[in-house]
């Protein structure tokens, strides 16, 4: 299943919310901002963070009352959407990555300094828009969720190299600087909606349990994926030297001169035969399936919060979503 047909509940919504964002995004009067925007808007990505929004509050409303005005749900998807979009143009950055959706990064087509800047200006739309709704708190959820994004990215900048990081301390970073906006996506709509504190928090731990395994299936996706699929070069994190669940379980399972091998390349494997030797040894044991089983794990936890939930097409759509992000990797 493709993400069109588990959006299909909410596709006027997410036209919507994509034209929103078109216009927010054309709202300067500076051409060279402009231009900038426009080439932003070329690459739209797969927009999982606005339909979290959507389906949190549809799914919270079905067999139920919800205050929900279209407008404010618009603005709250679209300002998340923003929000991830800046945090992609400021990784990029970090990341020297020069592809992202199969086209030229920001920083590639504009240089770092531009980039860097441009991300707060995104940043200040997306603020924008949230202080827009003047519901304190959209504003704390969203806030909080901001500031563990940063601290969670500041860290992972931190121990890059650090093979000898624990898994439980990667697990940390990808709460704050993944699954922490997963959570507040899911959190905002129901909260919109004025739901009850029990379906806020059960939609909040859904989104924070499948941030955690999304971003543990990227992490492998860097190794194993091929560039079509992931429309960006393959192993990135390995060439920045970025600490992920699979090479740390790798280096685990593996014996000292795998080892020895692994920590002499990671963060300077800069040809194709050296990333083609790390998914090898990745491939050959068994260490993709302990991080699958990682992966399983927090996605039975993604699931269990639904279950709070009456039925509806949208509670399904969240459960094709957990589905989905497995796909085409394990």
């Not at 990667?170 to 909260?191: P, R, W």
């Not at 080892?259 to 040809?271: L, P, Q, T, V, Y």
Request: aromatic share 6%; proline share 2%.
């Amino acid at each position: 299943m493709n993400l069109q047909e588990i959006y299909q509940p909410i596709a006027d919504d997410l036209k919507t919310v994509e034209d929103f964002i078109g216009s927010v995004l054309s709202e300067s009067a500076n051409r060279s901002i402009l231009t900038m925007s426009s080439f932003l808007l070329e690459s739209p990505g797969k927009r999982m963070r606005p339909a979290l929004v959507i389906l949190s509050e549809r799914a919270a409303s079905a067999g139920g009352e919800s205050t929900c005005e279209h407008r404010e749900l618009t603005e709250i998807a679209t300002a998340m959407e923003l929000i991830h979009i800046a945090s992609l143009i400021h990784d990029d950055v970090l990341d020297e990555a020069a592809i992202r959706h199969n086209k030229p990064t920001i920083n590639a087509r504009y240089g770092d300094d531009v980039s860097i800047v441009f991300g707060d200006y995104v940043y200040s739309k997306a603020f924008q828009l949230i202080g827009r709704c003047g519901n304190p708190e959209i504003f704390t959820c969203v806030s909080e969720a901001i500031h563990a994004m940063c601290e969670g990215e500041l860290v992972h900048v931190c121990q890059r190299r650090n093979l000898d990081l624990s898994k439980d301390s990667y697990i940390v970073i990808a709460k704050k600087k993944t699954a922490s906006l997963f959570a507040a996506c899911c959190h905002a709509g129901t909260i919109i909606g004025n739901h009850s504190r029990a379906v806020q928090t059960a939609l909040k731990e859904f989104g924070l349990n499948f941030g955690v395994a999304f971003q543990i299936v990227d992490d492998c996706k860097d190794v194993v994926g091929e560039e079509g699929e992931l429309g960006k070069h393959p192993g990135q994190d390995v060439i920045a030297g970025d600490v992920t669940l699979p090479l740390l379980t790798l280096t685990d399972v593996v014996g000292r001169a795998e080892r020895d091998e692994i920590k002499n390349m990671f963060g300077s494997a800069n040809n194709k035969n050296d990333l083609e030797r790390l998914r090898t040894m990745l491939m050959d044991s068994d260490a993709l399936s302990r991080t699958q089983d990682v992966v399983t794990f927090y996605l039975a936890g993604a699931r269990e919060q639904l279950n709070t939930l009456a039925d509806s097409v949208y509670k399904e759509s969240l459960g094709q979503l957990v589905d989905y992000i497995t796909q085409k990797t394990f």
